[in-house]
């Protein structure tokens, strides 16, 4: 069978599990998994090179790291050290802990395996929660804090499990010299990253973006997202931890709500091929065979992870909070591959215990995208009040009860200028570096971006805003930005700026309500003025 007879069969089945997951609100990530055990079993796909596909696969992690990156510049990163650094060493510390202990004392396997094992399974699904976090809105709440300075640590704790593999599989190498090797090739990866981004990266987009080029800006994007992850992985780290430094460095400069936009679907399209290569690894003899123990298992191993963070996590704050990250957390994450293949082609790892973890990672990441959706509608059974807003809240956004101005040439400048007089709050958006660049000399809030895009219009705040003044030329361009408004929220205020009457007509179907006409009204005034000299007169 060719590559292309695989492809489309892989899409048919991807694309018809999922519309019928979807009618019962189930996470399509349920559905690609679902869609890579099918093929296994289904049809003959020895002859694919699992190695390229995996790669391939991983960089659906790379892009979700690059996007969290660009939600957490340094300045956030350090307002979250107490999360990420102390939340995170306790979650990965116990967890390891009791894991490595129960599998070596309960199981009877070694101490080195169950060290590995224990690492493994204390690992959560950045994939997973950070996605559907994002989509609810929840990544904002403080649980979605914990939840993320957790999985922000977990994510750079990959590095040293790794090199600990190494270690074991090679128990004469100098662990000292490894780790100074690793801090090393850390300094000089942070170094060059920092160098490009300090003094050549508002350079590089400056000679993009003046191109007018839509696809140049993506490839210039894509290149950067790639290169910081090739470059990381060149010095022995992951490619997802170069993407994440790569989007922190990019959050400091004004193009980073266009470029989260631009890059959503190939984090969305590699993150679903990610897990359908989940889906393949799945050996269905070892699983029926085990079954019983593997569901056994994954609820042992969701409930214990569960107490552990719930513990620790009420220490520091309250029951209701503690008891939605630890739900959020309470899954092995897909990293947890990357260690179980490392260690089994170590050979410290029994392809049988291989198999059967494997296959608990999937069952618990299914429960989780399930179940994930629903952790404040569960807790709330248990706690019945409101905790979060009693105890500092994290709003979704900087924008809030604002205007929004979509243009900021001439007339969204004087727009913006009357805003500030009546003392509104906005935010204009703009895809004009000279305009954009122009508004922050004047300290006007203004962003790089296509207003057309649903994921930047959410990005300020569009949800919460008194009204979208649209004050751009382009016929299509106001009509594409009338229409995702309206995909949002069809309620969502909007007052356009029209030159002509057949605007009217071809917005009719969008039911705009506040038009101004821009000849109209400079017809009123001229004539008005002039009335007003014959009066002199």
Request: glycine share 6%; proline share 1%.
């Amino acid at each position: 069978m060719n590559l292309l007879a695989i492809i489309v069969i892989t899409l048919a089945i991807s694309l018809s599990l999922n519309l019928l997951l979807k009618r019962f609100h189930v996470s399509p990530i349920v559905g690609y998994i679902l869609t890579g055990a099918l093929i296994t079993i289904g049809f003959d796909f020895i002859n694919i090179d699992q190695h390229i596909l995996g790669e391939i696969a991983e960089f659906g992690i790379v892009f979700l790291m690059f996007t969290i990156g660009l939600e957490f510049s340094l300045h956030h990163l350090k307002s979250m050290k107490k999360e990420v650094f102390v939340y995170g060493t306790l979650q990965m510390f116990l967890s390891a802990a009791f894991f490595g202990f129960v599998s070596n004392t309960f199981f009877g396997i070694d101490t080195k395996t169950s060290i590995i094992i224990g690492t493994a399974l204390a690992l959560s699904s950045t994939a997973i929660v950070l996605k559907v976090l994002n989509e609810n809105g929840d990544i904002h709440r403080p649980y979605g804090r914990y939840s993320l300075g957790i999985l922000l640590f977990q994510d750079l704790a990959v590095i040293p499990i790794l090199l600990m593999i190494s270690f074991f599989a090679n128990p004469t190498a100098s662990i000292s010299n490894m780790l100074l090797d690793t801090l090393y090739s850390g300094i000089i990866v942070l170094f060059v990253m920092f160098i490009f981004g300090k003094y050549l990266l508002g350079y590089f987009f400056k000679l993009v973006t003046d191109s007018k080029t839509e696809e140049l800006f993506i490839a210039a994007v894509l290149l950067i997202v790639l290169s910081s992850a090739l470059l990381a992985h060149a010095f022995g780290f992951s490619y997802s931890l170069g993407a994440f430094f790569a989007g922190m460095m990019i959050a400091e400069t004004k193009y980073k709500y266009q470029i989260e936009a631009d890059l959503v679907p190939f984090r969305d399209l590699l993150l679903g091929l990610f897990f359908i290569s989940v889906g393949m690894q799945i050996n269905m003899d070892i699983v029926l065979d085990n079954f019983v123990s593997i569901i056994l298992l994954t609820i042992g191993i969701l409930l214990c992870k569960a107490v552990i963070i719930f513990a620790f996590v009420t220490i520091f704050s309250f029951a209701k909070r503690a008891m939605k990250t630890a739900l959020a957390l309470a899954q092995v994450g897909e990293f947890s591959f990357a260690v179980l293949a490392l260690a089994s082609s170590s050979n410290l790892l029994d392809d049988q215990i291989n198999q059967i973890l494997i296959a608990v990672v999937v069952v618990s990441l299914i429960f989780t995208s399930l179940a994930i959706r629903y952790v404040r509608a569960f807790t709330n059974i248990f706690f019945k009040h409101n905790s979060e807003i009693m105890h500092d809240p994290i709003v979704s956004t900087q924008f809030n009860h604002h205007v929004i101005v979509c243009g900021y040439s001439l007339l969204g400048q004087k727009i913006v200028k009357q805003l500030t007089k009546k003392g509104l709050s906005y935010v204009a958006i703009d895809q004009e570096r000279q305009h954009v660049q122009e508004g922050l000399d004047n300290h006007a809030s203004v962003m790089f971006g296509n207003a057309a895009s649903k994921h930047v219009l959410e990005s300020v705040g569009v949800k919460d805003c008194i009204a979208v003044i649209v004050a751009i030329d382009n016929d299509e361009k106001v009509r594409l930005i009338c229409e995702s408004i309206k995909s949002i929220n069809k309620d969502i205020p909007i007052v356009v700026k029209i030159s002509h009457k057949e605007q009217i007509e071809d917005l009719e179907d969008l039911e705009i309500k506040e038009y101004i006409n821009e000849n109209e009204s400079v017809a009123k005034l001229l004539v008005s003025k002039a009335m007003k000299c014959d009066l002199k007169h």
